[in-house]
């Protein structure tokens, strides 16, 4: 059946586009990742590429296929790992490239080959995860398409453009984690410039004529730099699919073209009741895709911004062209560019995120959870270094990775007391830390297999008063239920605001200051999997919790996979006996 809303025909289908595992083809590809020369923003540094691309290759496959990734690390000095951000990795947890947890970490000079299946169409994206290399640069596109012979998607579109959308510092991510680790507390400051698909312009404006001030100066650059912005040029009175995902390392974004409406037909590979907006914001870890209708005036080009939502904004907006056939993209549109809405404007961003629901048809959550753990994000000291906890722990990652050590029981290799699963009842959220002292840790949450789990993330008071940040929390290896949102602390009353008839599937999910958010999802997937704020210097100070379920069933994990720390030990002493 189909319905027409704002312009656009959208074809519902009930129906799934999951595949079975490895019904498709198989996919080759040999990456070597190095750092080289580049000016993602007109400014040359240094950038860590795939095979001499900033950003990396774009995968492109579909639903069913086996994607085979031979990485080769030729960063001579440090290890690398990729995380494939989305793929749920059913069979294969030791691809999931995450360094500690899921594998070693690839020494300079040696190679991996990931190997796994992309189940289910979407719009994804893969970055580094190994120290804060996803901040160097490290990242890149993954587009799954609707397998052959299946059903076509829930929507029509005559073309379709890919967004990858992230932050760019000209300080090294060396200079970053050093500071963030330091005594007392260094920060860089905020990204000098917004890259879209790893281009933006540092001192200059594309829009500069627009500006009150004096600056920034005008961009003249004639197209072939590789800071020139990648124009979308479209045919007028057609329908086209902006695939947009967020790698950014902290910035929270706002997205808007103007003179267009866009409507949101997927969020993180999961199809959503199609809904009219004028922008959408996107915290890290995030992917959507919005139709837009080129059904303006054709003699015109129009502007894509995108704006930091969620921190003072000191980082400029970046800009690309929407250029109309057959009007020149040197054609500057007669209009300044949208308006991102005000930073701390969060009624403006829960309004966008309370509209996002699953398409009928979708599968629906359990109605009851078998087990809640409620996690509460504060900021903490340890000996004066600022860290970020979950319920008073600073994770710390071990030597040996957890799905080695837990599958092989060397009970040695990370704390084996649980971590807690609430805070105390009289802890103030709207208040900095009575105590702000913390701990690090690296226990393991234990699930049952083919359980229901509830996840209450809570958000606090920083250690300065009045401050509250936004997270975005991704979940590897599943996709949850986002049940709700809610002011101030959770309690037990709330479950009746929960959305059970049709929550979104999502991968990563926003908290928002002195709020929570509630998740569900089921432990169907056997391997131990990161939970944890997708804001990378967080992460680097401790934001995150491992969840591991049904170790014990997974078979067939490559030894490379486990070549350091205990488990490493562990094979030598086999192939010496």
């Not at 991996?112 to 994804?124: E, L, M």
């Not at 045919?235 to 086209?240: A, G, H, S, W």
């Not at 409406?261 to 959408?280: C, H, L, R, S, T």
């Amino acid at each position: 059946m189909g319905f027409v809303r704002g312009g656009f025909v959208l074809f519902i289908l009930l129906c799934s586009f999951e595949m079975s595992i490895g019904s498709g083809k198989t996919r080759h590809f040999k990456w070597d990742v190095e750092y080289m020369f580049w000016s993602p923003d007109c400014k040359e540094n240094v950038v860590m590429g795939i095979n001499g691309e900033f950003p990396g290759p774009t995968i492109r496959a579909k639903a069913g296929d086996t994607i085979s990734v031979v990485v080769s690390n030729k960063l001579h000095t440090e290890g690398v790992v990729i995380h494939w951000h989305g793929i749920r990795q059913m069979g294969t947890p030791w691809a999931d490239g995450t360094a500690s947890i899921s594998q070693c970490a690839i020494n300079p000079g040696e190679t991996f080959d990931y190997r796994f299946v992309v189940d289910k169409p979407g719009t994804y994206f893969y970055h580094g995860h190994f120290g804060m290399q996803r901040s160097a640069g490290l990242y890149g596109s993954l587009i799954v398409d609707v397998a052959d012979g299946d059903q076509r998607e829930p929507f029509h579109y005559d073309g379709e453009f890919n967004m990858l959308l992230s932050d760019w510092w000209h300080q090294s991510v060396h200079h970053q984690e050093v500071g963030l680790s330091s005594k007392p507390f260094r920060w860089i400051g905020e990204p000098q410039t917004l890259l879209i698909n790893g281009r933006g312009q540092f001192n200059c404006s594309l829009a500069a004529h627009f500006s009150n001030t004096s600056s920034p100066n005008q961009c003249n650059l004639r197209g072939t730099e590789q800071c020139a912005p990648q124009i979308l040029r479209v045919l007028p009175n057609k329908t086209y699919r902006l695939r947009i995902a967020s790698t950014t390392a902290l910035a929270s974004l706002n997205l808007a073209v103007g003179g267009h409406k866009m409507v949101v037909v997927e969020a993180d590979g999961n199809y959503v009741q199609p809904f009219q907006v004028e922008d959408i914001d996107i915290y890290s870890g995030e992917s959507y895709s919005v139709l837009i209708r080129t059904n303006q005036e054709a003699s015109k080009n129009y502007w894509i911004l995108i704006g930091v939502r969620g921190r003072r904004p000191q980082t400029p907006q970046a800009l690309t062209l929407l250029n109309y056939a057959p009007t020149s993209a040197s054609k500057i549109p007669l209009s300044p560019p949208p308006i991102t809405p005000t930073w701390n404007d969060y009624d403006h961003s829960k309004s966008f995120s309370n509209k996002i629901l699953a398409l009928m048809g979708s599968r629906k959550p359990p109605r009851n959870h078998d087990r809640r753990i409620i996690l509460l994000n504060t900021q903490n000291l340890i000996d004066g270094f600022i860290k970020w906890s979950i319920n008073n722990i600073s994770l710390h990652l071990p030597s040996t990775p957890y799905l080695g050590s837990i599958k092989y029981s060397l009970k040695t290799a990370f704390d084996n007391k649980s971590p807690p699963e609430n805070f105390a009842t009289d802890y103030d959220v709207m208040k900095p830390p009575v105590n702000p002292n913390t701990t690090t840790g690296n226990g393991v949450y234990m699930l049952p297999l083919n359980t229901t789990v509830d996840v209450i993330l809570q958000n606090a008071n920083a250690l300065a008063a009045n401050v509250s940040e936004i997270h975005p929390w991704h979940l590897h290896g599943h996709d949850f239920w986002v049940l709700g949102y809610g002011e101030g602390k959770f309690t037990k009353e709330d479950e009746k605001k929960f959305n059970l008839k049709n929550p979104p599937l999502r991968n990563t999910a926003v908290i928002f200051p002195y709020g929570w958010t509630a998740l569900r999802f089921v432990t169907d997937n056997p391997g131990v999997w990161a939970f944890h704020c997708h804001i990378e210097p967080h992460l680097h100070m401790g934001m995150g919790v491992i969840f591991a379920e049904g170790v014990q069933h997974v078979n067939g994990i490559p030894n490379q996979a486990l070549a350091c720390g205990l488990t490493g030990n562990r094979f030598m002493k086999t192939t010496q006996n």
